[in-house]
């Protein structure tokens, strides 16, 4: 239980922390409980300004958005209650099907819009829209997670004042303006629009490039490459992913043009069959009123703001949520550059809306593209392409991750000590020296009972992967996997790092650096058995009284006969956890 809430599964997790099924102790409908990590709740102006988000939020009106239903501020872990959403992320169809087809596009595109324009008409800036934030539910797209991410900028241990947190490939030039001060706006949001449209329709973001940085850069300084993007929202697109923001439509704007623009054919799929969705805009349209243009639509030239470029970028993908420095950066790390020509207007606000009413009586077929699975609906990155195949003994896994990208894990940068990062669609952790170092794993506490299963490999020569579970703060248990032992150990209490042998398994066959092998360790009572690509090396006695329920890491250690500077560095892949 928390709170008034029965939990009954856990649905995912993002960066404020972990989501939950749940339902009402006195009712029957299905919940969402987003529970706020430790280390936020902790902040006292996070609180503050999370109880001032969550109030500006329960405003919204729920036009294709998960409305907000509770929230307690005040408990231990502050957690928030959100309409629970039946259906797969935006994100989700896109890698696992491909883009959408034109009347699937043109409904999304039209539910996102209606989206914004009754979160911007309560007064709440979304700040994170992104594909992960859509869920295609059926009946019409719904927008989550919009307004709290303004409350996360707070607290000193997620970013600082000088900081702000973000998606670097939806993210609008004036979010990289290094000029201290400068306000988000809803026009963010509507540039996220266009990101999100071109990629839901594409398979690829309108800026995307080999790296967050490169990416970021096109964003400032290059036109959109919306080439691939079908015709009747290609103009529109555009438009949304002007450089100057006062240069967008609003997104009651878009929301018009969407319903009644010059392409009714094409809105008249998107509607068909989706009365949900229909009802959804013609509401946010009766009660945001008549949309007035923010600026006229005459050209006007902007410059492109100095960005800020941090080391730690590099590794990310362009979709990863990064904490970007706002203050003056070093001079090798400044990226300017002229902005491209202000595109020609294409686009202006019809005066009235003559055509909605042959486009809600017209009627064609639409593809159905929603996937209806219950694993990862929260809108939070799952990372794991075969995380439905269960286990013939052990069933689904509570955990599954393919570690290709951000997802229950992220990547981390700590100087001195090592880092973890994704490449070659693997989990890297690296140090320098010798020591451990641990990679941001899931915040969830998991049973003392549990099977852990990953795909590892050494990189380096003295190197060995490092799997802690039953952890709690500095202490738990850890399997130290090297080329020729694989090693069973306490890891005391003493916050020092040290660990401790329980048990040593002499590996037959050493394993041969480069290659991937797949390990699984099964946890139950006071035993831990180890096994490698199916065959069992032995099980070793924990030894440890009250050494229960903790959390789980992957990391990289090394042999105790390393020298002291390495690199030491493993690499990880497909992690699944069953409890």
């Known amino acids: 239980m928390l709170g008034d809430y029965e939990l009954l599964g856990r649905l995912g997790e993002g960066g404020m922390g972990t989501v939950y099924l749940a339902r009402p102790r006195n009712g029957t409908a299905l919940v969402a409980v987003k529970v706020v990590r430790l280390d936020l709740a902790d902040d006292d102006e996070f609180r503050r300004r999370f109880r001032s988000e969550v109030e500006r939020a329960r405003q919204v009106p729920p036009f294709c958005t998960a409305e907000v239903l509770d929230a307690d501020p005040e408990h231990d872990q502050p957690y928030l209650v959100v309409e629970f959403v039946d259906g797969p992320t935006l994100a989700e169809v896109v890698e696992q099907r491909g883009p959408l087809t034109s009347a699937n596009l043109h409904s999304v595109a039209i539910g996102v819009a209606t ?307 994704f490449a070659d669609a693997m989990l890297v952790a690296r140090r320098e020296t010798n020591g451990l170092y641990k990679c941001r794993g899931p915040a969830d506490e998991l049973p003392a009972n549990l099977t852990i299963e990953t795909t590892l490999r050494l990189d380096t020569p003295d190197s060995c992967a490092a799997i802690w579970f039953r952890f709690d703060d500095s202490h738990g248990y850890q399997a130290r996997i090297c080329e020729r032992n694989v090693y069973i150990g306490v890891h005391n209490r003493d916050g020092k790092g040290d660990v401790s042998t329980i048990r040593t398994f002499v590996l037959k066959e050493p394993l041969d650096r480069g290659t991937a092998y797949r390990f699984r360790l099964g946890v139950t009572a006071d035993t831990v058995t180890v096994s490698r690509d199916g065959t069992d090396l032995g099980s070793a006695r924990l030894t440890e009284a009250g050494y229960g329920a903790g959390r789980m890491f992957l990391g990289v250690f090394n042999e105790r006969t390393a020298p002291k500077t390495g690199p030491f560095q493993v690499s990880y892949s497909d992690v699944r956890i069953w409890a």
């Open 115 to 421: 989206a914004l324009t009754a979160i911007h008409g309560a007064g709440v800036i979304h700040r994170d829209l992104k594909p992960r934030n859509v869920l295609l539910a059926p009946g019409s797209p719904k927008v989550i997670d919009f307004g709290i991410a303004r409350a996360m900028t707070a607290t000193s241990g997620n970013t600082r004042p000088d900081q702000m947190v973000g998606t670097v490939a939806y993210m609008a030039p004036e979010r990289f303006d290094t000029d201290a001060g400068t306000p988000i706006t809803p026009a963010a949001d509507v540039f996220a629009w266009g990101s999100v449209v071109t990629y839901a329709g594409t398979g690829k973001t309108p800026f995307y490039a080999d790296s967050p940085a490169a990416t970021a850069a096109r964003i400032l300084t290059q036109p959109p490459r919306l080439h691939e993007l079908a015709r009747p929202l290609r103009g529109l697109v555009a438009h949304a992913l002007e450089k100057d923001p006062a240069n967008r439509p609003s997104a009651r704007e878009l929301l018009d043009l969407l319903i009644s623009g010059d392409r009714p054919a094409a809105t008249a799929a998107a509607l068909a069959d989706q009365p949900d969705l229909r009802a959804a805009a013609a509401e946010a349209q009766a009660v945001t009123g008549f949309a007035i243009p923010a600026k006229a639509m005459a050209g006007a030239t902007t410059t492109a703001p100095t960005l800020n470029i941090p080391p730690g970028l590099v590794g990310y993908d362009e979709n990863s949520i990064v904490t970007v420095p706002i203050s003056s950066p070093p001079a090798d790390t400044v990226i300017t550059g002229d902005p491209p020509p202000a595109p020609r207007r294409r686009w202006l606000l019809p005066l009235v809306l003559v055509l909605l009413t042959a486009v809600l009586v017209a009627g064609a077929a639409i593809v159905a593209v929603m996937v209806r699975d219950r694993a990862d609906r929260s809108g939070q990155p799952s990372g794991d392409p075969g995380g439905t195949v269960a286990d013939p003994v052990l069933g689904e896994p509570r955990i599954s991750d393919a570690l290709t990208g951000p997802g229950f894990w992220s990547a981390s940068d700590q100087p001195g000590e090592g880092r973890c990062d």
